[in-house]
């Protein structure tokens, strides 16, 4: 099914998700993270190409504008979790590229100390708890985070991210409930780029508004364009706001698409390169925002030029660090196995 005939974004009866304003430092900083997702996932690409990095590797290119929209609402003191096409999530947490790229290679300098590798990588630091290979595992363990805010009444919330496939998994429900009962304070974000693996959402889901999966459990949803930054950020703002008033959890379906194939093993033979070709050519999230920063004077054309040989420049970087990063020990298999109580 071509992308664009996808379900256009709704509102709930709370508003909208009509883009909003932000400063002009903000949105050239909001630029600068998509453009760094997507040249540090070319760049992952490439080291996949070259048998650097090893196991499954899912790339983000396409989706940055959810990660970066959401992240700009959120604050230190929450935390964030979601599923194994993660890289984006990571460096919208605001964690190294080179750390990222090291565990990417399998080597000591990554932030699992090349353990995890692409899917399985965490920063208590940062509040960033993964990272998980099991489908729709973040939705019950980002419940569990949002417990343990309200527990201990330090006024944080978590972000769980899942993909549309996830959406029709037993867990997901169950989670709901408890979060809903209990009035959790949990954003759940789906992330519909709509292809769970190589099946269309049409094919895979009774029913494809996700955004209304949680009314029986008295949950609000709303569809938001998710290759749109401002309306990724203005949902989330209004969504955080009332979780924060301690209405309970939300509902935020990002409709958004990704260009490359389910993960790096994928030919994508589902779709056909038309399709691709036009989403990319008229829905590119960091395209929009940059003529969206050059029209209203935000920036310019140089300045663009400026930040993109930047990024480039810090994603070789990470590359060269990561490749010349040593092999984690042997014994290392040993450890993170226990924790200390």
């Given at each position: ?21 932000a ?19 070319e ?14 590797c ?39 590229p ?15 100390r ?37 527990y ?5 919330l978590?972000?769980?991210?899942m993909g ?8 997901v ?19 519909n780029?709509?292809y ?40 989330t ?28 093993s ?55 660090f ?7 020990d ?12």
């Amino acid at each position: 099914m071509a992308a664009s005939s996808a379900r256009k974004p709704h509102a709930d009866k709370s508003g909208g998700s009509k883009p909003g304003h932000a400063p002009a430092d903000e949105l050239i900083r909001l630029y600068r993270m998509m453009l760094l997702i997507r040249r540090f996932e070319e760049k992952a690409g490439q080291l996949y190409g070259m048998g650097r990095i090893g196991g499954f590797c899912h790339l983000y290119i396409g989706q940055e504008a959810v990660v970066v929209g959401v992240q700009a609402a959120l604050t230190p003191k929450d935390s964030v979790i979601t599923a194994y096409r993660d890289h984006g999530h990571m460096l919208a947490c605001g964690m190294e590229p080179k750390g990222v790229m090291a565990e990417l290679t399998g080597r000591s300098g990554g932030y699992s100390r090349g353990k995890g590798g692409s899917m399985h990588m965490f920063s208590r630091e940062k509040n960033f708890y993964g990272g998980h290979g099991i489908v729709g595992a973040s939705v019950p363990l980002g419940t569990g985070l949002a417990f343990a805010h309200q527990y201990r009444g330090d006024g944080g919330l978590c972000a769980a991210y899942m993909g549309d496939g996830a959406a029709n998994q037993g867990q997901v429900y169950e989670s709901f409930n408890m979060a809903s009962l209990w009035k959790l304070p949990v954003l759940y974000v789906i992330e519909n780029n709509r292809y769970g693996m190589g099946t269309s959402i049409e094919r895979a889901s009774a029913r494809t508004d996700f955004a209304g999966r949680g009314h029986s459990f008295g949950i609000p949803g709303e569809a938001v364009d998710g290759m749109d930054l401002l309306a990724v950020r203005t949902a989330t703002l209004s969504a955080v706001a009332a979780i924060r008033a301690g209405q309970g959890p939300r509902i935020l379906e990002m409709m958004t698409y990704r260009y490359r194939g389910h993960s790096m093993s994928d030919p994508a033979k589902y779709r056909s390169k038309e399709e691709v070709d036009k989403v990319r050519g008229e829905r590119d999230p960091i395209e929009g925002l940059k003529h969206r920063l050059v029209e209203q004077g935000t920036s310019d054309e140089a300045r663009i030029k400026d930040l993109d040989g930047e990024v480039r420049a810090l994603v070789n970087a990470a590359a060269e660090f990561a490749q010349a990063s040593p092999e984690p020990d042997p014994a290392e298999l040993a450890t993170d196995i226990l924790v200390a109580a």
